[in-house]
């Protein structure tokens, strides 16, 4: 699978089988998550892995009943919590570079994506989940005040596709030379 095939093809998967991912295939997503870009190499992400049932069931309760990841959160065979350290990208000498203050956010994004896409050229389903009680998360798996919780995934081989919502057209948000003027493709 070459990579625009994995970016395309890439969707967020709610239901999963309950096949195990072997320990070799995990090491294989951390590897590549290892490779992700960062501010200044400065690899902010921790990665949480909950394979126990009880420890999944406990992180679904911090989830909103209406989240439609809820189920997929015990369903699959492992979740994973992404973190990040706090004051570390964008930062330099303990002080911010820039007015975007902590870049933790984003450099957990790109190592999510990197989660993402690598897991589903192994044949492997993600859903990222954003919308939790992110200090209910971090009292349940211990996390300490410097690190913060950003984002969940289950992990584990698709039960069903997942539908592929529609997307904008590239001529809706790219722009040549100046913000207003609107691409024509
Ligand atoms: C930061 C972020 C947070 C998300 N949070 C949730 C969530 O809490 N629950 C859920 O079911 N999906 C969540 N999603 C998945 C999106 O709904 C999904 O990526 C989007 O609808 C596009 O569908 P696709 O991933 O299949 O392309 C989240 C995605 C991102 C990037």
Redesign the pocket.
Request: glycine share 16%; charged share 15%.
């Given at each position: 699978m070459d990579l625009t095939e994995a970016v395309k093809g890439?969707?967020?998967i709610?239901k999963y089988k309950p096949d195990p991912v072997a320990e070799e295939v995990f090491r294989a997503l951390m590897e590549a998550v290892r490779w992700s870009p960062s501010w200044a190499n400065t690899q902010c992400w921790e990665v949480i892995a909950v394979r126990d049932a009880k420890g999944k069931s406990e992180l679904a309760t911090a989830?909103a009943k209406g989240?439609?990841?809820l189920s997929a959160m015990t369903e699959a065979p492992l979740v994973i919590v992404l973190c990040g350290k706090k004051g570390v990208a964008g930062f330099k000498k303990g002080e911010a570079t820039t007015a975007k203050g902590d870049w933790l956010m984003f450099d957990t994004?790109l190592a999510m994506q990197t989660l993402c896409l690598t897991a589903h050229t192994l044949g492997l389903g993600t859903?990222?989940?954003?919308?939790?009680d992110h200090q209910r998360v971090a009292e349940i798996l211990g996390v300490p005040q410097n690190v913060e919780v950003v984002?969940i995934t289950p992990l584990g081989y698709p039960g069903a596709e997942?539908i592929?919502?529609k997307r904008k057209e590239t001529s809706e948000f790219v722009f040549n030379e100046k913000y207003s003027v609107k691409d024509k493709l």
């Open positions: 890439r969707r967020s709610r989830l989240n439609p990841a994004g859903v990222i989940v954003g919308n939790f984002a997942g592929a919502p």
